[in-house]
């Protein structure tokens, strides 16, 4: 059992910047990959950032690459996405989760309750 659980989350203007954390507990030592995903109002959810907890492999989806970068902190067992030059579409909930990957897809594993992220012009 795997919980994670998101913050950082808030209200932004274009152009600022935000850095979600999520912190991990419980069993996390067969863990393989985590991710960050987002969905916005009316839309499917989408895959943002994954990275590959031993290999430290990342991807990035095409609309957030160069502004946004994953990153974990295996001492305090949290990811974090550090996002920057938002944009208004960013605007969405954003979820952690960990699992089994391949690129941006992952599945099998736990998400979090997620976090708003609102971005405004």
């Known amino acids: 059992q795997v919980q994670l659980v998101e913050s950082g989350g808030g209200s932004v203007q274009a152009g600022g910047s935000l850095r979600l954390s999520c912190a991990a507990s419980?069993?996390?030592?067969?863990?393989?990959?985590m991710g960050w995903f987002r969905q916005a109002p009316g839309q499917e959810r989408e895959g943002v950032a994954t990275?590959?907890?031993?290999?430290?492999?990342?991807y990035y989806a095409d609309s957030v690459k160069g502004r946004f970068t994953i990153s974990q902190d295996n001492a305090k067992n949290t990811m974090y996405l550090q996002m920057n030059s938002l944009k208004v579409d960013d605007t969405a909930m954003y979820y952690c989760?960990?699992?089994?990957?391949?690129?941006?897809?992952?599945?099998?594993?736990?998400w979090g309750q997620g976090t708003q992220v609102t971005v405004s012009s």
């Open positions: 989760a960990t699992g089994t990957c391949s690129g941006l897809a992952l599945w099998g594993g736990y």
């Open positions: 419980g069993d996390t030592y067969s863990t393989t990959c």
């Open positions: 990275i590959y907890t031993r290999l430290r492999e990342t």
